[in-house]
Antibody, heavy 118, light 108 residues
Framework: QVQLVQSGAEVKKPGSSVKVSCKASGGTFSTYAISWVRQAPGQGLEWMGGIIPIFTTANYAQKFQGRVTITADKSTNTAYMELSSLRSEDTAVYYC???????????WGQGTLVTVSS | AIRMTQSPSSFSASTGDRVTITCRASQGISSYLAWYQQKPGKAPKLLIYAASTLQSGVPSRFSGSGSGTDFTLTISCLQSEDFATYYCQQYYSYPPLTFGGGTKVEIK
């Protein structure tokens, strides 16, 4: 059974970048996809993008194209999400979630709070 | 992108009630729909996939139905631990994967 553990909370300045990690244990990391979903305070869930480590190529939501980079390191079973040009509206909890070819999310990481503030 | 619309956005109910949440897709998605439960400060939890298949370990009071554009999540007998926010998600079209706006079930 796959388990996902994310890196800790971050506080960033506007205009900077943040990189959040998601370490997987159990399962075969390379063969299932990892997506990133964010949730702004009091708001709903928003898919940002995903990657299948064995293929290395990521897909992104149009809203985040050019600002987000999702990567995976097969040697450490870790996926990463880097978001650049941060603004206050990027303050949110960022989740990683695993999904197979059917693309429903299970399980999820515990979430990482990213706060963007000057 | 396929747009998912949930209704209502929130409502109050009592323990023991039968409750139904609706999710509508902007275009047909066959049965490629999942439901999640989220409690405050926690990650979402998968309840149902393929519109009506209960995830392992999920109580049988939860059920899902629908296909095409209209879907429902029903809780047959609301328990105290069911007060939470529920989200639908389509996976017919990828990318992107899209969620409904959520339905908050509150205690009356």
């Amino acid at each position: 059974q796959v388990q996902l553990v994310q890196s800790g909370a971050e506080v960033k300045k506007p205009g900077s970048s943040v990189k959040v990690s998601c370490k997987a244990s159990g399962g075969t990391f390379s063969t299932y996809a990892i997506s990133w979903v964010r949730q702004a305070p009091g708001q709903g869930l928003e898919w940002m993008g995903g990657i299948i480590p064995i293929f290395t190529t990521a897909n992104y939501a149009q809203k985040f194209q050019g600002r987000v980079t999702i990567t995976a390191d097969k040697s450490t079973n870790t996926a990463y999400m880097e978001l650049s040009s941060l603004r206050s509206e990027d303050t949110a909890v960022y989740y990683c979630a695993s999904h197979g070819s059917s693309n429903w999310f299970d399980p999820w990481g515990q979430g990482t709070l990213v706060t963007v503030s000057s | 992108a396929i747009r998912m619309t949930q209704s209502p956005s929130s409502f109050s109910a009592s323990t023991g009630d039968r409750v139904t949440i609706t999710c509508r897709a902007s275009q047909g998605i066959s049965s490629y729909l999942a439901w999640y439960q989220q409690k405050p400060g926690k990650a979402p939890k998968l309840l149902i996939y393929a519109a009506s298949t209960l995830q392992s370990g999920v109580p049988s009071r939860f059920s899902g139905s629908g296909s095409g554009t209209d879907f429902t999540l029903t809780i047959s007998c609301l328990q105290s631990e069911d007060f939470a926010t529920y989200y639908c998600q389509q996976y017919y079209s990828y990318p992107p994967l899209t969620f409904g706006g959520g339905t908050k079930v509150e205690i009356k």
